[in-house]
């Protein structure tokens, strides 16, 4: 029974060894912010509109994003409005990754969009990190043209779906 519990205990450290990520506050610390972002060395280039965009919604789910290529990207939220607000009309499911699937009985009337999240500020990453799913909220961000992040060391991330959108988050209310 012993040697079950000590195979036990090291295959849970294993797995927590594997799913360990670095919290959002101690990636915001490494963080230079100013036209380009940077973290631990590494500049990051998006194509971010110039104005400030006033995202309006209904936060459905919030998930914790991490990729250890692109670290500047800390959360996932799904934003919605009208049917795909109610949780009884329409299913979403998180995929892992910044991928998502939703489904519903019915064509369900509305808007759901997917914001991949760059914090602006160490401010911003805070007012992300108290989110909770539930909030209608207005987030103040610049949304990225192309949808795209480009590395200083050749690391690159790209959304291809239309309602997916990564925004350089700057305030939410």
């Given amino acids: 029974m012993k040697k079950l519990l000590i195979i036990a205990l090291v295959i849970y450290g294993f797995y927590q060894y594997l799913k360990w990520q670095p919290s959002t506050s101690s990636i915001v610390k490494e963080m230079s912010f100013s036209e380009q972002l940077s973290f631990n060395g590494v500049v990051y280039?998006?194509?971010?509109?110039?104005?400030?965009?006033?995202?309006?919604?209904?936060?459905?789910?919030?998930?914790r994003h991490y990729d250890e290529n692109i670290p500047i990207i800390t959360y996932d939220l799904v934003m919605t409005s009208g049917d795909f607000s109610d949780p009884n009309l329409v299913r979403v499911k998180h995929r892992g990754g910044g991928n998502y699937f939703w489904s519903s009985d019915k064509q369900?009337?509305?808007?759901?969009?997917?914001?991949?999240?760059?914090?602006?500020?160490?401010?911003?990453?805070?007012?992300?990190?108290?989110?909770?799913?539930?909030?209608?909220?207005?987030?103040l961000a610049k949304v990225s043209g192309n949808n795209e992040i480009k590395a200083s060391n050749g690391a690159f991330f790209k959304l291809v779906h239309s309602n997916h959108k990564i925004i350089r988050v700057e305030d939410i209310k």
């Fill in 45 to 63: 280039y998006s194509d971010w509109v110039n104005e400030l965009e006033s995202i309006t919604g209904y936060v459905r789910r919030i998930d």
């Fill in 108 to 139: 369900a009337k509305g808007s759901i969009i997917f914001y991949h999240t760059v914090p602006n500020s160490a401010l911003a990453q805070s007012k992300l990190d108290s989110l909770k799913a539930g909030a209608s909220v207005t987030i």
